[in-house]
T-cell receptor, first 113, second 112 residues
Framework: DTAVSQTPKYLVTQMGNDKSIKCEQN?????MYWYKQDSKKFLKIMFS???????INETVPNRFSPKSPDKAHLNLHINSLELGDSAVYFC????????????FGPGTRLTVL | GESVGLHLPTLSVQEGDNSIINCAYS??????FIWYKQESGKGPQFIID?????DKRQGQRVTVLLNKTVKHLSLQIAATQPGDSAVYFC???????????FGQGTRLTINP
């Protein structure tokens, strides 16, 4: 019974390609997030959605486009991949409100060659 | 064993000893703090949280201490076990911002 799941777990691709990462949560949460973790383990928020609406959009290149078809899903599409996009991407979800624990998925390790 | 904020990212302790992981947070307006544990190859996992109207909170084998005067947060793990080996992150949420800002992380290793 996976609470927050992501696919794929590993993604290896060439520079310039377009790729997507999918995320699903079965916790009934209203809010979902994408985080990027670099090689030094630094974890930084990229986006958050509440009930399919974008509420946080950090300074992220517009090659990154999140899409939320429903409140249980938040996908991340990346255009024209660059070497610097190599990282582990985590999806998370929580109930609406700042005092609520965020539940993280297992991560997708993206390697751009 | 004890780590010092973000300047000492690795902490080694003997199995059975207590561990103290420290975190210096950045914003005096932050009002909610969380500790996460991240094991190798996995996503961060919630350990314990604390709101700014408290200075101490206890869980099972873990205690979080908050000192708002010096903007310092610590995680104490009692009787450290091999399964506690992981990277530990503190995270802060600024009042009204609805987003978590994570610290650098401290890697905890357990010596048998």
């Amino acid at each position: 019974d996976t609470a927050v799941s992501q696919t794929p777990k590993y993604l290896v691709t060439q520079m310039g390609n377009d790729k997507s990462i999918k995320c699903e949560q079965n916790l009934g949460h209203d809010t979902m997030y994408w985080y990027k973790q670099d090689s030094k383990k630094f974890l930084k928020i990229m986006f958050s959605y509440n009930n399919k609406e974008l509420i946080i959009n950090e300074t992220v290149p517009n090659r990154f486009s999140p899409k939320s078809p429903d409140k249980a899903h938040l996908n991340l599409h990346i255009n024209s991949l660059e070497l610097g996009d190599s990282a582990v991407y985590f999806c998370a979800s929580s109930q609406l409100g700042i005092y609520n624990e965020q539940f993280f998925g297992p991560g997708t390790r993206l390697t751009v060659l | 064993g004890e780590s010092v904020g973000l300047h000492l990212p690795t902490l080694s302790v003997q199995e059975g000893d207590n561990s103290i992981i420290n975190c210096a947070y950045s914003n005096s307006a932050s009002d909610y703090f969380i500790w996460y544990k991240q094991e190798s190859g996995k996503g961060p996992q919630f350990i314990i949280d604390i709101r700014s109207n408290m200075d101490k909170r206890q869980g099972q084998r873990v205690t979080v201490l908050l000192n708002k005067t010096v903007k310092h947060l610590s995680l104490q793990i009692a009787a450290t076990q091999p399964g506690d080996s992981a990277v530990y992150f503190c995270a802060e949420n600024m009042e009204g911002a609805q987003k978590l800002v994570f610290g650098q992380g401290t890697r905890l290793t357990i010596n048998p």
